[in-house]
């Protein structure tokens, strides 16, 4: 079975700073990693995934995320926080399901909070 | 434009009434989805078909039917509605294996 546990349920930065979300992740087989981004009263949008290539994964809007296989982590990155990242970010791992289609678990979510 | 699209947008109805929400997808994609996102945020699968075929029903009461009337459409129809429903629905869909497209949600409000 697998499982994602995002280890802080808000986060709260100041504009321009560093953001860290963390992320670790259980799962019996070799996982696709993906964050998500949902803001206030909209869907999910995409914001990277991880599919076994490169560990180092860049998305859309200056994020990027690492997966660290040792320490089953995927944590996202941001060097610099702007106002328009304050949203709700969701770790998703994804296993294969019968060759078709995929079975997502999502973490719980963390709030980022941006200060101006 | 090419998108996942729900309707409706906002439900709110009565306990113990049915009611429908509508997912649709013009990608192309073999694989279709049901999420449910309760008053917490958490984002648990519901249903998923492939081709019209379902392959993964997660522990739901079988008062919600999912129907899948060809390969871009994947109704969710609920029945004898309870509280306890109230919820954002998210529809999604993928190729087979890759990347989910989600929908913009269903907030549905049962009172």
């Known amino acids: 079975a697998q499982s994602v546990t995002q280890l802080d349920s808000h986060v709260s930065v100041s504009e321009g700073t560093p953001v860290l979300l963390r992320c670790n992740y259980s799962s019996s087989y070799s996982p696709s990693l993906f964050w998500y981004v949902q803001h206030p009263n909209k869907g999910l949008q995409l914001l990277l995934k991880y599919t076994s290539a490169a560990t180092l994964v860049k998305g859309i809007n200056g994020f990027e995320a690492e997966f660290k296989k040792s320490e089953t982590s995927f944590h996202l990155t941001k060097p610099s926080a702007h106002m328009s990242d304050a949203a709700e970010y969701f770790c998703v791992v994804s296993d294969r399901v019968r060759n078709a289609g995929n079975m997502l678990t999502f973490g719980g979510g963390t709030r980022l909070m941006v200060k101006p | 434009d090419t998108a996942v699209s729900q309707t409706p947008k906002y439900l709110v109805t009565q306990m113990g009434n049915d009611k429908s929400i509508k997912c649709e997808q013009n990608?192309?994609?073999?694989?279709m989805y049901w999420y449910k996102q309760d008053s917490k945020k958490f984002l648990k699968i519901m249903f998923s078909?492939?081709?019209?075929?379902?392959?993964i029903n997660e522990t739901v009461p079988n008062r919600f039917s999912p129907k899948s009337p060809d390969k871009a459409h994947l109704n969710l129809h609920i029945n004898s509605l309870e509280l306890g429903d109230s919820a954002v629905y998210f529809c999604a869909s993928s190729p087979t294996g890759e990347q989910e497209y989600f929908g913009p949600g269903t907030r549905l409000l049962v009172l």
């Open positions: 990608l192309g994609h073999d694989t």
């Open positions: 078909y492939n081709n019209k075929e379902l392959i």
